[in-house]
Structure formats: structure tokens, C-alpha cells
């Protein structure tokens, strides 16, 4: 079995920031890309941010500049540093590994979501 934990969502102010976690751990025999995705009220989830096992990034365009993410592989976890935060970046963000796992295939793994607020 694998499991996904993230942490670090919450309640900031605009302008301000936030630092995601996505914790892996289970029958882990190797891990592709990581990546951070956000779903928003009534709109359907976006891929927000990636990196592959090389350190390669890729975002979307409304967070260049803001977000950062990074990967610990040691730790089997991957970060989303999020700066200069907006109201529209409000929304259910969730974590994305490719595992190569216990089946000795290639799947897709989720995180629980976790919810980020900016609000005044």
C-alpha cells in the first residue's frame, strides 16, 4: 500500500505565504514525477506545478514568479512554496506522485487534498 499525507495548508492574508508538504510512504519501489494540482469551487482541478525525478519544473502560467516547488527524494516528499499569494489561488490543493509500486507497475497516487484560504 501507498499513502500520500499532505500538510501545510491554511488560512493567509493576501500577499502572504505558504510552504505544502506531501509526504509518501508504503510498498515505494520508485517515484517519477511530483506534482501539485488545485481544484477551486465549482471549477474543475488545474495541474498547478510539477517536477520530475531530474529536478526539471514546469507551472502554470498564473503562479510563475510566486510558487517554487521542489522534491526531497531521500524524504520521499514533495514541497510547494507559495509567496505573494492571491485570493484567486484559494482552492483544495492536492499532491501527485508516479510510483512504481507493489504491482510492479507505474500508477498514479493522490494525496487528501488540503485547503488553502487567502483572505483578508
Known amino acids: 500500500q501507498v499513502q500520500l499525507v499532505e500538510s501545510g495548508g491554511g488560512l493567509v492574508q493576501p500577499g502572504g505565504s505558504l510552504r505544502l508538504s506531501c509526504a509518501a510512504s508504503?510498498?515505494?519501489?520508485?517515484?517519477?514525477?511530483m506534482g501539485w494540482y488545485r481544484q477551486a469551487p465549482g471549477k474543475q482541478r488545474e495541474l498547478v506545478a510539477t517536477v520530475r525525478r531530474s529536478g526539471t519544473t514546469n507551472y502554470v502560467d498564473s503562479v510563475k514568479g510566486r510558487f517554487t516547488i521542489s522534491r526531497d527524494n531521500a524524504k520521499n516528499t514533495v514541497y510547494l512554496q507559495m509567496n505573494s499569494l492571491k485570493p484567486e489561488d484559494t482552492a483544495i490543493y492536492y499532491c501527485?506522485?508516479?510510483?512504481?509500486?507493489?504491482?510492479?507497475?507505474?500508477?498514479?497516487?493522490w494525496g487528501q487534498g488540503t485547503q488553502v484560504t487567502v483572505s483578508s
Open positions: 508504503g510498498s515505494i519501489f520508485s517515484i517519477g514525477a
Open positions: 501527485n506522485f508516479q510510483i512504481f509500486d507493489q504491482f510492479s507497475k507505474w500508477n498514479d497516487y
